[in-house]
Nanobody, 122 residues
Framework: QLQLVESGGGLVQPGGSLKLSCAAS????????IGWFRQAPGKEREGPSC????????YYDDSVKGRFTVSRDNAKNTVYLQINSLKPEDTAGYYC???????????????WGKGTKVTVSA
């Protein structure tokens, strides 16, 4: 069964950091570009922050550039999202998804995890 499982979410104070993980089972993440999306209650989905499956290049939306870093550990079949300088507006469910190519188009992401919740609050 092909599966993506996110972890690492939680409650963090403003200014703090979190590192989210996206682990794959049933397939090799190295063969896919991975995108991180987020969706806050009552808001549209945002993203992705994504990393390629070829040269490790990454793409970030301007709204998160400088605070979000996507990386991958192919030996662990896992992709990470490091989030620094967290703000209350970063509160959302964070989802990873796999695509055949590095893309900003949501419809090209084939496999999706169920998400991990991040809450930024004092």
């Amino acid at each position: 069964q092909l599966q993506l499982v996110e972890s690492g979410g939680g409650l963090v104070q403003p200014g703090g950091s979190l590192k989210l993980s996206c682990a794959a089972s049933g397939f090799t993440l190295e063969n896919y570009a991975i995108g991180w999306f987020r969706q806050a209650p009552g808001k549209e989905r945002e993203g992705p922050s994504c990393i390629s499956n070829s040269d490790g290049s990454a793409y970030y939306d301007d709204s998160v550039k400088g605070r979000f870093t996507v990386s991958r550990d192919n030996a662990k079949n896992t992709v990470y999202l490091q989030i620094n300088s967290l703000k209350p507006e970063d509160t959302a469910g964070y989802y990873c998804a796999a695509a055949w190519i590095l893309t900003g188009q949501t419809y090209e992401y084939t496999y999706w995890g169920k998400g991990t919740k991040v809450t930024v609050s004092a």
